[in-house]
Nanobody
Framework: QVRLVESGGGLVQPGGSLRLSCAAS????????MGWYRQAPGKERELVTT???????NYADSVKGRFTISRDNAKNTVYLQMNSLKPEDTAVYYC???????????????WGQGTQVTVSS
């Protein structure tokens, strides 16, 4: 099994910054793609950004130029630097990791427990 532990959420004023972290642990042979999703009240969960094992990134249009995803493969950790935050960024943020426990098995999707980000004055 793979366990994901998120940290870094909180309350920030509009225009402020936050950095989220998500550390994976457990039976991990390899981690493929890592990413962040978010879910605002009354809305469906949506993709924020992803990063492949090779470092290629993808961003939702709503966060391009403001959010940056990165990963530290040695620490099995993915980060989300969020700048110029807006009230509409308020949501629970979830990390998502595709990991495999052995090379003979396909990668499986794992989810973090979620961390609340609130942007408000």
């Amino acid at each position: 099994q793979v366990r994901l532990v998120e940290s870094g959420g909180g309350l920030v004023q509009p225009g402020g910054s936050l950095r989220l972290s998500c550390a994976a642990s457990g039976s991990i042979r390899n981690i493929d793609a890592m990413g962040w999703y978010r879910q605002a009240p009354g809305k469906e969960r949506e993709l924020v950004t992803t990063i492949t094992s090779g470092g290629s990134t993808n961003y939702a249009d709503s966060v391009k130029g403001r959010f940056t995803i990165s990963r530290d493969n040695a620490k099995n950790t993915v980060y989300l630097q969020m700048n110029s935050l807006k009230p509409e960024d308020t949501a629970v943020y979830y990390c998502n990791v595709f990991a495999r426990s052995s090379w003979s098995r396909p990668p499986l999707a794992f989810w973090g427990q979620g961390t609340q980000v609130t942007v408000s004055s």
